[in-house]
């Protein structure tokens, strides 16, 4: 896969001068999704969310490939009509280019709002790739919850006083639900992991099917910490296995990075505001949860990669 | 009763497709002025690793032939990611943050 000298020389596609928030994770997630695929000509299609908001500014726009917007819970939908046009023309012998298609989306987007559209994109197998920049809450909005945000954490609509204690429920795991598809690439990665990203865009976009990749974007704004450390808390999800990377290539799994040593849930939870009341004693009881459901979920993923492994599946 | 006119409604094939937004220009939108803080390259202790292009959200970090040169200040808001993320060269950062100065 491309190194990032060979990657530099690529067109830049998303310009700076976008309104995201100075240390967006987002931005980074786009910059990266489309320097991996800036080789073939490709076409973006934006669920509204952070990204599409702040990059299309009217009357600017910070996206140097066509790139479509129509709305919040259609962003696959209209992805997948685009890629079925293209199909068409490319038979009919009008269109003789290459043309990828990426589709991006918030969680709000994906996990709650463009979830079933995106569930119906993936069955139909058009060939796409749906990128889930996850930053685990309505963030656009003013930080309401969304189904990935996790166990404890605050939101606008999940607040923290003498009774609430932030959010009451665990998360979904979109990423196993995609799997559960049997589409043949899923991918899950996080900001802080550059190479990682690339290389399961570039893996995902020569796959003829569709695909999917659900990359963590710590939030400054929402989560609550120095801009600066928006990498450095990416890869602290990762070291904490708070969020595994993986990738189920035809229902195989591997784990893509393995911490060296599994840190305590803590050290992730103490940079940010939004965890910042499980850190008094009374709450331990739900840090402990917190830590409990990332042992059994990382103990799980282990297996299945075993699995994976020994069958050769 | 007066006369009321009722203009009729117009129809899916009188309302314009889309909008059209040209692609790239907000890059003429200038967010540097967003910046508290700016980042100073250190040119003796880069070693061309291009962390802090990669990991810029803003792409204002300028690489020519694969080569990190500088900063595009029109656009930086200053976020500090590079400064972070640069690993420098024997603990000697490249990318060091300085306050603007009014």
């Known amino acids: 896969m491309a190194n990032l000298k060979e990657l530099s020389k690529r067109p830049e596609l998303l310009s700076g001068g976008h309104r995201l928030c100075a240390g967006c994770g987002a931005g980074i997630i786009a910059r990266q999704v489309m320097m991996a695929a800036a080789d073939k000509p490709v076409v973006v299609a934006n669920a509204t969310g952070c990204l599409e908001v702040s990059t299309t500014i009217y009357p600017f726009s910070a996206w140097k490939t066509s790139w479509f917007h129509s709305a919040f819970e259609n962003a696959a939908a209209s992805c997948s009509g685009m890629e079925a046009a293209y199909k068409a023309l490319k038979r009919t012998g009008k269109v003789d280019k290459d043309i990828r298609f990426i589709t991006f989306g918030g969680d709000g987007g994906t996990y709650d709002i463009g979830f079933q559209s995106l569930s119906g994109a993936m069955e139909r197998r058009h060939r796409m790739l749906y990128v889930c920049y996850n930053n685990e809450a309505y963030m656009n909005t003013g930080i309401q919850r969304s189904s990935a945000t996790p166990l404890g954490a605050y939101a606008s609509t999940s607040p923290v006083g003498k009774v609430k204690k932030g959010k009451e429920q665990i998360k979904k795991d979109l990423t196993k639900v995609m799997v559960a598809h049997n589409i043949p690439y899923v991918g899950q990665t996080a900001v802080g992991y550059w190479n990682d990203l690339t290389t399961k865009v570039q893996k995902a976009l020569e796959t003829d099917g569709p695909t999917f990749i659900n990359v963590l974007q710590p939030c400054r704004l929402g989560w609550g910490y120095n801009p600066a450390d928006t990498a450095v808390l990416g890869r602290l999800a990762v070291e904490t296995c708070f969020w595994p990377i993986y990738e189920v290539v035809d229902g195989k799994y591997k784990i893509n990075v393995k911490p060296k040593e599994k840190k305590p849930i803590t050290e992730y939870l103490k940079l940010q505001t939004r965890f910042k009341h499980l850190l008094r004693p009374e709450n331990a009881g739900i840090v402990a949860e917190i830590q409990k459901n990332i042992d059994e979920n990382w103990a799980w993923l282990q297996m299945m990669e075993e699995c994976s492994n020994k069958a050769g599946v | ?102």
């Open chain 2, 1 to 102: 009763m007066a006369d009321i006119k009722v203009e009729k409604k117009k129809g899916w094939k009188d309302l314009p497709a889309c909008d059209y937004l040209e692609a790239g220009s907000a890059a003429a939108f200038e967010t540097g002025d967003w910046r508290s803080e700016k980042p100073v390259w250190i040119p003796e202790n880069c070693i061309q690793c291009l962390f802090c292009w990669v990991y810029c959200p803003d792409s204002s970090v300028i690489v020519k032939d694969g080569q990190m040169t500088g900063f595009d200040y029109k656009h930086c808001k200053g976020c500090g990611i590079c400064a972070t993320e640069c690993p420098g060269k024997k603990g000697n950062k490249a990318i060091k943050m300085e306050a603007e100065k009014k």
